[in-house]
């Protein structure tokens, strides 16, 4: 078990029996390992819960901790999930206590004070004087006496006994001591018997007798199990009685070993990359140990273990190391220290490595480290020495040089943004502009300088310029695909828009932001939004909503934020706070922002705009040392102390501040910028004071109820009446109320009889910002027994403050969460009493009162018929589900006869996914494929056109020996003679006019695989006998080549005319029929297969929604019906063309029978033959002799003919309107329209139709 790759063991606490499972306690012994990045997984670790009932014990020794972990761990002590325990000495009679029970007899008292004064009660110390004491004999006399104490050399400190542990050590345990002392962080029982020079079993019996004495410690790793040092003090104590000699000799023993261990491979272990770094710069004049402590540095800078990155290039660099390391560990470290925010730190390993790199032909280095130091400036807040680092980098750099020009662009940016912030607008544009003339249209670098130019206009107050280089900006992010860039315009978008005062523009904006950061993952962008919401609500004044999202960021800036995002977040939280009437909290809150430390000019900027603002909400007035140039910001310069009243003054809502209100309003109105007067009418506090549209406003203000609340009450009633869903009915209740009321928490409990929960006979349905174990809990008593009494007398109760309120002067809940307006409200159905409505608000008084009241107690009326009504139709649906059991056995049943078709197609040996059909006549097809798959005999393929025949061919050739080789398929109608041939055997080059280059032949390049001849019936004579010849010798001759060429195919053809009945016409060679029809597969038209429709189109609907990548489309029964009325003379074919147009024309999901008005064949324009529409099959042709041709009377025309015709009449003798009620192409349009003769021009076409249908 491990997080973050630091040791956990597993253990027992006596306090901790009670808990389910003991194997879930797990324990992090000590954090003097812990780094930064550790605590962003515990972070995770919270946010996720404690699933599974976890414990995780991190004890550490805040003497010892590193001083930047320090703040994260404070921050750790601050979460919910989290209890800070902070340990102390015991006293003189814990001491005793524990005394007694550890060593199990009764110390007289003066020798329990004896000892209490050697240990001063240190829990450690007292721990290990027991052992000793137990260890030391003493306790076997019948007396133990202060005087007999005095004989035994009780330790003063941890490092006396560890060092009488230690001399008692025979040589085998104290070498291996020596061993984990050296190492970087423990190590394995193997490597420790290798350089112990031990066997297995004597390591291990030395270990346990290290374990016994307390010495070291046993945690799983990442193999096997790890032995460690159990603290510090043992550690410095054995390395301060060990040589240097021998510390280096342990040193390049576990060198050695680690070198050995990875000699074979290509990249090390990172973890042994670091073990070999520590031991090697342990070593002095060891030649790897810089190159091995620039890998390790890196390593601890993918990781972000920045401390530990810098740690190693330290060491490193004192060790004098080659040039070349020594140029990558100060790059390393300067990053490393830029990342933590110690700037100066930066800088100076910057201008270390700067002045051992003079020798620059490119000039590059130069034109790095001005841009690098004067960021370095900035972030520190020395702006003048910045901006004249990065004019160095303008004059260093040469605009033509490629490698530079990204430097150059970069330092024109910097330079503009500290001339705007500087307000020199022009000299800020100029720098934009020439970064921009440097870049591409569209980078990376050429949306951050856009971003910059609109900062630029919104300084000008050009919103809609400003907007414009926004948007243009976001979507060069788009098409690079970079989620950052994306989010930081959404954060840009909403800044302008809430300096523009369009507070729901800024949401929509936020709202993006929130949902790019979200699906990234991306925490710290999270806490940005979060924060930046907290900044919105408090301007739209709703504090209780900005109290929660800054708490959402607070949270994640704990553990992976900065000091100056930590700052700014305690300052808004204690504005929020102080902005309802919480000065004590706001207070801490302030003062935990200024224990962060943080110096930027923007943070102490915005420190004291915050300060000034907190100092008028408590006072009424500003400090003395208040400056108007502190203002917060120069859209708000104007107005800031008169804001800072108003918001006091709608902080305490008294009718008498009325005029006042209107009269600070008024001259806020006329000091703002044409452009934030605007929306100047949408503010709540104008609603409030001078139109009256308070919602919390108090009786006397609100006469009656305003029309809005009277519809939305109406419309949330209709909506609850509307749904007959009990668990429905009960989250829109409880959603409503919480609309209404505009609340804080709240639960609904209903009647349940066989409920034993903290309300017999009611039970806790649902619950809002409280979880039901929370509400069953001692602490929420107070809830509880308000609800209790509300039902009991029938009546709502109220209080306007808790606090204050006498009836909850004991109540811990109400003081703990600081509750003011509480409401508990039955819900009176028409028999009596069926549940209550609990409702509370932290931050607000008077919540409930008046109006408000009224209209929470008619909502209440209305949500108990509606929860009475939806109560009787639960039970009616149960009633009907017993009466459903039949209907479902008959279910089964078809169910059954469902699996047993199923398992006829599953008896078949190979598997035809993209075949759909489960009717007999489908399986006996597929049966007969399944015989033929595996031999090499010649199959021909008979059916309509639309009925599948090249999957049929498909399916021979991928479910056999020769799926790894070519499948080709050739339509032979559709080629003239000589270019079939070209297409079949190949050509060479000048074989023909055009004949450029050789070409491989169809059949050439399926050599082993298999070869389709679609509508072979249509081939010519001359071809018909070249075809005979490559299948009689299996060779081919290209065009134009002498020489033959040895083809392995298999031939697979197909037609939709009865060859045999060709043969008898003289148009088709007997001896090639033979040839090809080793076996007939006859394919059924889908009219003789019908019970497939259903199935076919089921299976269009999810091609068609996956083609789309929407969901898939359902079809009405009535629908489906019409469907299997049809006879679909184009088959599966017309079938697939059919679905995919009825979908253009769905209605809400499904298809209905207007969806598929466009096919007038379908809808009465057109019927098939009688001798077709009666079900008559076709002749279906014979694997033997071909029949001979009738004499005498002549042919009736075919019904294929008869179709084509009639289609042709029926739409006008458009040939694209023909094709597509056909369900065919139009280019096999034509090819039928030549096989029957029919004339391609229009005026042709409509004669010999109108001829041939006798329609003259």
């Not at 029970?101 to 004087?129: C, F, I, M, V, W």
């Amino acid at each position: 078990l491990a997080l973050a790759g630091h040791r956990v063991v597993q253990g027992r606490l006596e306090a901790g029996k009670g808990l389910a499972n003991e194997d879930a306690l797990h324990f992090f012994l000590d954090a003097d390992g812990l780094q930064a990045r550790h605590f962003k997984e515990l972070f995770h670790f919270l946010r996720g819960g404690s699933e599974g009932g976890r414990l995780w014990l991190l004890e550490y020794n805040d003497e010892r901790i590193r001083p930047d972990l320090a703040a994260s761990l404070e921050a750790l002590g601050r979460e919910e999930s989290v209890l800070d325990l902070r340990l102390r000495n015991l006293s003189p009679e814990e001491t005793r206590a524990f005394l007694n029970k550890a060593l199990k007899l009764e110390l007289p008292e003066a020798l329990a004070q004896d000892l209490y004064s050697r240990t001063q009660g240190n829990p450690r110390l007292l721990t290990e004087t027991s052992r000793e004491l137990l260890l030391s004999g003493l306790l076997d006399r019948k007396h133990l006496t202060p005087e007999a104490l005095l004989q035994w050399k009780l330790p003063s400190s941890v490092s006396d006994i560890f060092g009488e542990r230690i001399r008692r050590l025979d040589m085998g345990p104290r070498r291996l001591l020596d061993l984990l002392v050296e190492a970087r962080d423990g190590a394995e029982l193997a490597p420790l018997a290798t350089l112990g020079e031990m066997s297995a079993a004597a390591t291990r019996e030395a270990l346990s007798e290290l374990l016994h004495l307390g010495l070291i410690h046993a945690g799983p790793s990442a193999q096997a199990e790890s032995y460690r040092i159990t603290h510090p003090a043992l550690r410095e104590l054995i390395q301060a009685a060990s040589s240097e000699s021998r510390r280096r000799q342990l040193h390049r023993s576990w060198l050695e070993y680690f070198e050995r261990e990875n000699s074979g491979l290509a990249e090390p272990r990172p973890e042994a990359v670091f073990s070999l770094a520590h031991h090697a710069l342990e070593i002095p004049g060891y030649p790897e140990a810089a190159k091995y402590a620039v890998r390790a540095a890196e390593l601890h800078f993918a990781r972000e273990d920045f401390d530990e990155a810098i740690a190693c290039c330290e060491r490193a660099l004192s060790r004098e190391p080659q040039k070349e390391e020594r140029d990558s560990l100060l790059r390393l470290a300067a990053n490393a220290y830029g990342r933590l925010g110690r700037f100066k730190e930066s800088v100076a390993k910057i201008e270390q490595w700067r002045a051992e790199n003079h020798a620059d032909p490119e000039g590059l280095n130069e034109v790095k480290f001005w841009l690098a130091t004067g960021l370095a400036y900035k972030n520190l807040g020395n702006i003048p020495e910045a901006r004249r680092r990065f004019e160095r980098c303008l004059a260093a750099a040469d605009p033509a040089n490629a490698k530079q020009k990204p430097f150059l662009v970069r330092a024109h940016s910097l330079l503009g943004l500290l001339d705007l912030e500087a307000k020199r607008l022009d000299a800020a544009g100029n720098h934009f502009d020439r970064a921009l003339g440097l870049l591409p249209p569209s980078s990376e670098q050429t949306a951050e300088v856009l971003k910059h130019r609109a900062l630029l206009a919104a300084e000008r107050r050009d919103w809609a310029g400003a907007k414009a280089l926004l948007v243009e900006a976001r979507a060069m992010y788009a098409a690079l695909q970079d989620h950052h860039g994306q989010f930081s315009i959404a954060l840009e978008l909403g800044n302008l828009a809430l300096d523009m005062g369009s507070l729901e523009a800024a949401e929509a904006a936020y709202g993006d932001a929130l949902d790019l950061a979200s699906r990234h993952h991306d925490d710290n962008s999270l806490a940005r939004v979060y924060q930046n919401l907290g900044v919105l609500a408090c301007r739209r004044g709703d504090y209780p909503q900005a109290l929660e999202v800054l708490a959402k960021a607070r949270e994640i800036f704990a553990f992976l934020g900065n000091a100056f995002e930590r700052g700014l977040n305690f300052f808004q939280l204690a504005l929020a706070h102080a902005s309802v009437g919480r000065f004590a909290k706001a207070e801490e809150y302030w003062r935990s922002g200024l224990a962060q430390g943080e110096t930027s000019p923007e943070f102490l900027q915005r420190q004291e705009k915050i300060g000034l603002w907190l100092g008028l909400l408590r006072d009424g007035k500003p400090p003395p040392e208040a400056r108007p140039e502190a203002a917060p910001s120069e859209t708000e310069a104007p107005t800031w102390d008169l804001e800072a009243q108003l918001l006091r003054l709608n902080l305490r809502r008294d009718p008498d501040d009325r005029e006042t209100a209107r009269r600070l309003l008024g001259e806020i109105y006329q000091r703002l910028p044409d452009p934030l007067k605007i929306s100047f009418e949408d503010r709540a506090d104008y609603r409030h004071w001078v139109l009256g549209e308070i919602p919390n406003a108090s009786p006397s203000e609100k006469e009656s109820l305003p029309m809005d609340i009277l519809q939305r009450l109406t419309a949330i009633t209709t909506e609850l009446l509307g749904s007959n869903n009990l668990d429905q009915v009960l989250v829109k209740l409880m959603d409503a109320a919480m609309e209404l009321s505009k609340a804080d928490r709240g639960f609904l409990v209903i009647r349940n009889p066989q409920s034993p929960g903290p309300i017999p006979g009611y039970e806790i349905k649902v619950a809002r910002n409280v979880s039901k174990e929370m509400i069953e809990k001692q602490d929420s008593s107070i809830s509880l027994s308000a609800i209790r009494e509300a039902m009991q007398g029938g009546e709502a109760l109220v209080t306007d403050n808790a606090l204050q309120d006498p009836r909850f002067e004991t109540a811990e809940s109400v003081h703990q969460l600081e509750l003011k307006s509480i409401l508990a409200l039955p819900l009176k159905g028409t028999k009596g009493v069926i549940g209550a409505l609990y409702l509370d608000h932290r931050y607000e008084t008077n919540m409930f009162r008046g109006t408000d009241l009224n209209i929470l107690q008619m909502f209440a009326n209305q949500s108990a018929l509606a929860l009475q009504k939806a109560q009787m139709i639960e039970d009616l649906e149960i009633a009907n589900a017993k009466l459903s059991e039949t209907v479902e056995e008959q279910a089964g049943e078809l169910t059954v006869l469902k699996r047993e078709v199923e398992d006829q197609r599953h008896k078949l040996t190979f598997e035809y996914k993209d075949i759909v059909g489960q009717s007999p006549a489908m399986l006996e097809v597929l049966s007969l494929v399944d015989r033929i798959t595996e031999t090499t005999v010649p199959v021909w393929v008979y059916g309509e056109s639309g009925t599948g025949k090249e999957m049929i061919a498909r399916a021979l050739h991928f479910n056999s020996s020769r799926a790894k080789k070519p499948f080709v398929s050739e339509n032979c109608s559709a080629l003239p003679e000589t270019l079939l041939e070209s297409e079949l055997f190949g050509h060479k080059k000048g074989a023909f006019t055009h004949a450029d280059r050789d070409k491989k032949g169809l059949l050439e390049y399926a050599n082993g695989g298999t070869v389709f001849l679609d509508e072979i019936a249509d081939m010519s004579a001359t071809m018909q006998a070249k075809l005979l010849r490559f299948l009689q010798e299996g060779e081919i001759r290209p065009l134009g080549s002498n020489e033959l060429i040895k083809v392995d195919v298999r031939v697979v053809s197909a037609s939709n005319r009865d060859l045999s009945e060709l043969i008898a016409e003289g148009k088709f060679r007997e001896d090639l029929y033979y040839r090809l029809n080793g076996v007939t597969v006859v394919l059924p038209p889908l009219r003789e297969r019908m019970e497939d429709l259903p199935i076919l189109v089921q299976h269009f609907l999810k091609k068609l929604a996956k083609d789309e990548k929407k969901e898939p489309l359902e079809i009405a029964p009535e629908a489906l019906e019409m469907l299997m009325e049809y006879q679909w003379p184009g088959n599966v074919r017309e079938l697939e063309n059919t679905i995919r147009t009825a979908c253009l024309f769905h209605q809400k999901g499904k298809l209905v029978p207007k969806s598929f008005n466009f096919k007038k064949t379908m809808s009465g324009g057109m019927t098939l033959p009688k001798a077709v529409s009666a079900g008559a099959a076709p002749v279906k042709p014979t694997a033997g002799k071909p029949a001979k041709a009738a004499s005498g009377a002549a042919q009736p025309m075919s019904d294929e003919k008869r179709i084509l015709l009639e289609a042709l009449f029926e739409h006008g003798y458009h040939k694209g309107l023909a094709a597509q009620a056909l369900g065919i192409s139009r280019r096999y349009l034509y090819t039928q329209m030549m096989r029957h003769g029919v004339p391609i021009s229009r005026i042709e076409m409509k004669s010999f139709v109108e001829e041939q249908l006798g329609k003259k």
